[in-house]
């Protein structure tokens, strides 16, 4: 789709292979496939298969990307890119609660989206769940015409904007470009039609949606504005035509919708609160980078990995960053940065203002969407199909669901005598590993009231069952961190579990090997596989916190 026109710059200041990796980034985002072939991407980008592959072996070492046999798939730590834009950006972080809280209000979905080119681009999602649910993602792209946050920021486009929205429609007239939203069967009225939407909305100071994108979505929104007055975003009421039209949810939705706005622009003006992210922004810094450089010499691409270090920097730097200060996120030198932001504004990540720099919402393209849509299972499964090849013992993860917990996520081992549990499971709490450290991760209140709610039951003369001897297990599970429960579920079960926990640090899952107790003593079962399973865990709760640090992950 089109953008604004950026400054060129000379091909000598470019950093190429910068530029080749984001153009595989992109590819691998843009697809409806979630696998890629190398070749594949070779065609796809016109560059050369080497090439490819260069840029695959150094977004897979960096974590970017993960490869399965001979496919490349994003791989959750791709989301990062898109974090530092949110957090750069504060949108999400002051306007979410109260996106949030008007959705409870209205006991509709809410949404926030920002300008993009000529596009709309989500940026925070507060959804109901309701059989017709509204799909859209975080990062999704949508075209101006066709939703009600379009006309609202069209309402400030100059000549240019307009000139660059209407080369894509005669380029695009079916909006092919933008799979978030369905193409259009016809080529509608957008030429004339959207100019007098923008108007109205113009007057009006809200826009509707009257099923532009889809029949039976409904929408109405209102612009957000900076200190200076300045349309940053748009908040959007999102209904369907099963419960409203454009008259009832413009009398529901128009009053809170008013007032959400006033308290979400007090928070904008508001002084933004000190992080409490610790994660470094840096993927590697200089001397990592290197490092990477000497061990995989040729098949590593170091300017790919360090131009990725100074876009993930801007997620440490609110709003505009000199070039110096960005250069010191990043662990890089500055002629380094300099050149890698070069090559960002160039491809429109990035834009220039009075020698600061600032992060664009395009970012959000190389990838987030689509990770921003996993559930948990999704993010564990390779790690556990990882864990089992390592072990050869099956593996799983579970969360809790009232006094049991539930299995969300599972990969059998290949052996023929194996634990034979299925996704959707549901065991007493008390009785598993993975029980144990999900009560152990409760508040002492929250332990106590759970543990007073149950009767346990003897499954096996080793079940613990009186509730001093319970609180004793699960406190001695907290206190070394991990669990273990020998044979008290059932006869010849082993089970060993460890935390997951999300970016804040809360234990919101449990991953666990479990096995046959006669394959070998529990004390070489403990010294063989609890290394693996702590790395597992701890590998699934750094992408849980990559993926979800602006919206939650659903974990059923």
Known sequence: MAQPTEPAASPDELVGPL??????????????????????????????????????????????????GRDLLLAPRSAELGNAYLAAAGLSEALGPHAIALADELDESVSVAVPDG??????????????MAISFRTGDLLPAERCA???????????????????????????????????????????SGFPAR????????????????????????????????AVVCAVSVVSH????????????ALPPLRTAVVAMERALAAPAPPSDDTAPSAICGDAGVGALKEELGAGFLQSLARGLDVLCAFGDARGPVRLTELARLAGLPRATARRALITLRHLGYVREDAGSFQVRPRVLELGY?????????????????????????????????????????????S???????????????????????????????????LLARITPEAFTSRTVLTPEALAEAVTETARRGYGWVEQELEE????????????RGRVVAAVNVALHAGRCPAEQSLTTLLPHLLETAARISTDLAAVGRWSPVPVI
Request: hydrophobic share 45%; proline share 5%; glycine share 8%.
């Open 241 to 252: 035509t099963s419960r409203h039209d454009t008259v009832s949810l413009l009398a529901l």
């Open 415 to 449: 052996r023929i005598m194996h634990i034979d549990i299925t996704v959707g499971t549901r065991l007493p709490a008390y009785a598993t590993s993975m029980g144990r450290v999900l009560l152990a991760a409760l508040t002492e209140e929250e332990r106590a009231a």
């Open 492 to 503: 010849g079960l082993r089970s060993l579990a460890a935390p997951v926990t999300d970016g």
């Open 118 to 131: 000529d596009g709309v681009r989500f940026i925070a999602q507060a959804t109901r769940r309701r059989a």
């Open 369 to 413: 969407a689509r990770l921003s849509g996993l559930a948990l299972a999704e993010i564990a499964g390779p790690h556990l199909t990882e864990l089992v090849g390592l072990v050869h013992e099956s593996a799983s993860v579970a969360v809790l669901d009232g006094n049991d917990i539930r299995y969300v996520a599972r990969v059998a081992s």
């Open 19 to 68: 530029e080749r990796g984001l153009t595989v980034l992109r590819a691998i985002a843009a697809g409806p496939e979630t696998r890629h072939r190398p070749g594949d991407l070779a065609r796809t980008t016109g560059l050369a298969r080497s090439t490819v592959d260069r840029v695959g072996t150094t977004l897979v070492r960096l974590g970017f990307l993960r490869a399965e």
């Open 149 to 191: 946050p379009g006309a609202l920021f069209a309402a400030g486009w100059d000549e240019t904007e307009w000139a660059q929205w209407q080369s894509r429609r005669r380029e695009d007239p079916l909006d092919t470009g933008f799979p978030a939203v369905p193409p259009r069967a016809v080529d509608e009225e957008a030429e």
């Open 198 to 229: 923008m108007r109205r909305a113009r007057e009006d100071g809200w826009a509707v949606d009257d099923q532009l994108i889809e029949p039976g979505l409904l929408a109405v929104a209102l612009p957000v504005r900076d200190a200076a007055g």
